[in-house]
């Protein structure tokens, strides 16, 4: 990709993108301009990636061909208040923050701007995120394209409508802490019967993990996934029918549902 790509923050998941993209050659570590007002977080990043660094916010502004908000959504209203007539004519403005809508920051640069509404999850921190895009009409279908290679250097990202933007928050984007409880909770199973923890531990991510990919690389649907390992009479089936008597499914269908709507009420 021949464009300068700035980001404005370089925390966790700034730091992950950065990563992302320079470890899969979609940029040169010249071409990426990185702002924050964390000097430590600045050297982390310039010795590990050789980037551009600086805490002045105007400077990836100014350099940048697509630009990452990558700041906590109470800090969006300063800092472009700060950038605003700094940006690039033609910039692409990334923003990667829960609860900032397309419409509420067009209002805030004043004019027409190119705005995409981005919601990664921490795996990207390991290369394997999920990101939801959406975008206003004055992206172009070569723009939208570019950001979903920066997205797709570590992990996956699919466009979706805007209205999608809290269901994504409920299924992917806050999901990787429910699977950190299960993770947790069938370890604790492994030790009441005697395993390591820290084997128990390897024993359930790895087969969280393998699951998930058999679901991704064999296109099958979950239910007959499970179905293949459910032997008439056997150890699986009678789990399974445990977990069903204790309201699994009810209890993480009612997780994504107040995590949807605690997303929506964050965007009024």
């Given at each position: 990709m021949?464009?300068?790509?700035?980001?404005?923050?370089?925390?966790?998941?700034?730091?992950?993108?950065?990563?992302?993209?320079?470890?899969?050659?979609?940029?040169?570590?010249?071409?990426?301009?990185?702002s924050d007002p964390s000097a430590k977080n600045l050297e982390i990043?310039?010795?590990?990636?050789?980037?551009?660094i600086t805490q002045d916010n105007c400077i990836p502004a100014?350099?940048?061909?697509?630009?990452?908000l990558s700041v906590?959504?109470?800090?969006?209203?300063?800092?472009?208040?700060?950038?605003?007539?700094?940006?690039?004519p033609g910039v692409v403005i990334v923003?990667?923050?829960?609860?900032?809508?397309?419409?509420?920051n067009e209002a805030r640069f004043g004019r027409e701007i190119k705005l995409v509404r981005a919601m990664p999850n921490t795996p990207a921190l390991v290369g394997e995120g999920m990101a939801a895009l959406c975008c206003n009409s004055l992206v172009g279908e070569e723009e939208k394209e570019?950001?979903?290679?920066?997205?797709?250097?570590?992990?996956?990202?699919e466009f979706v409508s805007e209205a999608m933007m809290d269901v994504v928050a409920g299924v992917s984007g806050s999901s990787p802490a429910y699977?950190?409880?299960?993770?947790?909770a069938l370890a604790d199973g492994a030790v009441l019967h005697g395993m390591p923890r820290q084997q128990a531990y390897t024993f359930?991510?790895?087969?969280?993990?393998?699951?998930?990919?058999?679901?991704?690389?064999?296109?099958?649907?979950?239910?007959?996934?499970?179905?293949?390992?459910?032997?008439?009479?056997?150890t699986t089936i009678e789990s399974v029918a445990s977990l069903e008597r204790d309201g699994m499914r009810a209890a993480v269908i009612r997780a994504v549902d107040v995590c949807t709507k605690k997303s929506n009420a964050m965007s009024k």
């Open positions: 021949d464009k300068k790509i700035g980001f404005i923050g370089c925390g966790n998941m700034g730091q992950a993108m950065i990563g992302g993209i320079i470890r899969s050659g979609l940029v040169r570590p010249e071409q990426v301009y990185v990043v310039h010795n590990t990636y050789g980037i551009h100014k350099m940048s061909d697509i630009l990452v906590k959504p109470y800090l969006y209203a300063d800092v472009i208040e700060e950038i605003k007539d700094t940006v690039k923003m990667i923050a829960a609860g900032q809508t397309i419409t509420a570019e950001i979903r290679e920066i997205f797709e250097s570590f992990g996956k990202a699977v950190y409880m299960f993770i947790e359930a991510a790895q087969a969280v993990l393998g699951s998930a990919r058999m679901v991704l690389e064999t296109g099958k649907h979950p239910g007959e996934l499970k179905d293949m390992v459910c032997s008439p009479g056997g």
